[in-house]
């Protein structure tokens, strides 16, 4: 089992970037594939970017990709989300997801995790 707690939420101006951080207890967080979601009020919790276990491999949401790049440090348990050129449309609770799987590729929905943390919240002002 693995726990995860994330960082680095704030308020930023549009144009701004921002880096999350996930931090993940356990001695076998480099099994784990690793990804980023948000969610606002009222919607479905929405699919950001993903990492396989090695970190070589890594899949973006259309909305995220060649703003947000997501990374790991398996030596330290953590991840990273670097979020660039914010946009309003980014404000939302970020949340970052484990999961277990054998077959290591990065996945894209929510029921591919078993493992959440508790959310951090991330606001773009105009």
């Known amino acids: 089992q693995v726990q995860l707690v994330e960082s680095g939420g704030g308020l930023v101006q549009a144009g701004g970037s921002m880096r999350l951080s996930c931090v993940a207890s356990?001695?076998?967080?480099?099994?784990?594939?690793m990804g980023w979601f948000r969610q606002i009020p009222g919607k479905e919790r929405e699919f950001v970017a993903a990492?396989?276990?090695?970190?070589?491999?890594?899949r973006y949401a259309d909305s995220a990709e060649g703003r947000f790049t997501i990374s790991r440090d398996n030596a330290k348990n953590t991840m990273a989300l670097q979020m660039n050129s914010l946009k309003p449309d980014d404000t939302a609770v970020y949340y970052c997801a484990a999961d277990r799987a054998s077959r290591q590729y990065p996945r894209r929905y929510t029921r591919d995790y078993n493992y959440w943390g508790q959310g951090t919240q991330v606001t773009v002002s105009s």
């Open positions: 356990g001695r076998t967080f480099s099994s784990y594939i």
């Open positions: 990492i396989i276990s090695s970190g070589g491999s890594t």
